[in-house]
C-alpha cells in the first residue's frame, strides 16, 4: 500500500509539472513572460527537465526575470544532467565559452555533455563538435568530419560547407574535388555565402 501511495505522489507531482511547462510555453507565446518564468520555474524545481531547461532559457534571455548567465547554467546543468541534448548542448557552449583556461576537467566535462547531445541528435552540437575537433590545439579530422556530416545530414548549410573544404584540402578523408563542390553546391543552394564564393574560386 505504500508502494502504491509513493506511485501515485510521483505520477501526481509529474503531472503537475508537465501541466505547469505547458502552461508555461502558453504564456510565453502570449507574451506573458512574468508568468511564464514563474510556471517554468515551479516545475523545474519539482526536478522536471524540460521545464528546468526553460527556466535556463528565462535566465539566458532575461525573459521574465533578469538576465543572468551563472543561474542559466545553474539550470541548464539540472536538466543536461536528467539527459535533455538541448540543456547539455548549452551547459557544454557556457563551460566552454565562461571557463578559466587551466580547468581541464570542465573542459572535459563540456565535451561529453556536447557529444551526448550530439548523439541525440541536436544539429547544433554536431556542427560545433565538428569545427571544434578541427580547430583544436591537436586536430582530431576524422571525428571532426563525422560531426560536421551529422550536422550536414540534418540540414546545417555551414556544416556541409565545412565538409566541402574537408574534401577540398584532404582533411579527415582523401581529397577529392569533385565530392567537394557537390558540396559546395548543396551549401550554396541552402544560402550559404562562403560556399557560392569557394564555387567561383
Same mark, same amino acid.
Given at each position: 500500500?505504500e508502494?502504491?501511495a509513493?506511485?501515485?505522489?510521483q505520477?501526481?507531482?509529474i503531472d503537475?509539472?508537465?501541466?505547469?511547462n505547458i502552461?508555461?510555453?502558453?504564456?510565453m507565446?502570449a507574451?506573458?513572460y512574468?508568468i511564464?518564468y514563474t510556471?517554468?520555474k515551479?516545475?523545474a524545481?519539482?526536478?522536471y527537465?524540460?521545464a528546468?531547461?526553460?527556466?535556463g532559457?528565462?535566465?539566458?534571455h532575461?525573459?521574465g526575470?533578469?538576465?543572468?548567465l551563472?543561474?542559466?547554467a545553474?539550470y541548464?546543468?539540472?536538466?543536461a544532467?536528467s539527459c535533455?541534448p538541448?540543456?547539455q548542448?548549452?551547459?557544454?557552449r557556457?563551460l566552454?565559452?565562461?571557463?578559466?583556461?587551466?580547468?581541464w576537467?570542465?573542459h572535459?566535462?563540456a565535451?561529453?555533455?556536447?557529444? *551526448?547531445? %550530439?548523439? !541525440? /541528435?541536436?544539429?547544433e552540437a554536431q556542427?560545433? =563538435?565538428g #569545427?571544434?575537433?578541427?580547430?583544436?590545439l591537436?586536430p582530431k579530422?576524422?571525428?571532426?568530419l563525422?560531426?560536421?556530416?551529422?550536422a550536414?545530414k540534418?540540414?546545417d548549410?555551414q556544416?556541409?560547407y565545412?565538409v566541402?573544404?574537408?574534401?577540398?584540402?584532404g582533411l579527415?578523408v582523401q581529397?577529392n574535388?569533385?565530392e567537394a563542390?557537390?558540396h559546395?553546391r *548543396?551549401? %550554396?543552394? !541552402? /544560402?550559404?555565402?562562403?560556399?557560392r564564393?569557394? =564555387?567561383? #574560386?
Amino acid at each position: 500500500l505504500e508502494e502504491a501511495a509513493f506511485q501515485l505522489q510521483q505520477i501526481f507531482r509529474i503531472d503537475i509539472s508537465i501541466a505547469l511547462n505547458i502552461l508555461g510555453i502558453e504564456s510565453m507565446r502570449a507574451g506573458h513572460y512574468g508568468i511564464a518564468y514563474t510556471c517554468f520555474k515551479l516545475a523545474a524545481d519539482r526536478g522536471y527537465s524540460k521545464a528546468q531547461f526553460n527556466v535556463g532559457l528565462c535566465y539566458e534571455h532575461g525573459r521574465g526575470t533578469e538576465k543572468d548567465l551563472e543561474k542559466a547554467a545553474f539550470y541548464y546543468y539540472h536538466a543536461a544532467s536528467s539527459c535533455h541534448p538541448m540543456a547539455q548542448y548549452r551547459y557544454a557552449r557556457y563551460l566552454l565559452h565562461h571557463r578559466p583556461e587551466n580547468e581541464w576537467d570542465r573542459h572535459q566535462k563540456a565535451v561529453t555533455f556536447l557529444e *551526448q547531445a %550530439a548523439m !541525440a /541528435g541536436v544539429t547544433e552540437a554536431q556542427a560545433y =563538435l565538428g #569545427v571544434f575537433y578541427m580547430r583544436g590545439l591537436q586536430p582530431k579530422e576524422k571525428r571532426g568530419l563525422k560531426y560536421l556530416l551529422l550536422a550536414a545530414k540534418n540540414g546545417d548549410a555551414q556544416s556541409r560547407y565545412h565538409v566541402g573544404v574537408c574534401y577540398e584540402k584532404g582533411l579527415g578523408v582523401q581529397q577529392n574535388l569533385a565530392e567537394a563542390m557537390r558540396h559546395y553546391r *548543396q551549401s %550554396a543552394a !541552402a /544560402g550559404n555565402r562562403s560556399a557560392r564564393e569557394r =564555387l567561383r #574560386v
